[in-house]
């Protein structure tokens, strides 16, 4: 399980405050706090997480 809050992401993208999370159907992606869905954008879901933007892999089905 990866869980993420908006200061991990900012803290991993200092320059595009964007990360992006490759994975498949087994990999768990937990988001902290709360976050802004912004729907599915060709092989990526995207989320918004404070200032920070959360991309995830569509193959990723365990997102929370």
């Known amino acids: 399980t990866l869980s993420l809050n908006p200061a991990d992401v900012l803290d991993l993208s200092s320059t595009s405050d964007k990360l992006k999370v490759l994975g498949n159907s087994q990999t768990v992606v ?25 991309v995830v892999d569509t193959d990723i089905t365990q997102v929370s």
């Open 30 to 54: 937990d988001i902290v706090g709360t976050f802004e869905d912004l729907g599915v954008s060709g092989d990526y879901h995207r989320y918004k997480i404070g200032a920070a933007t959360l």
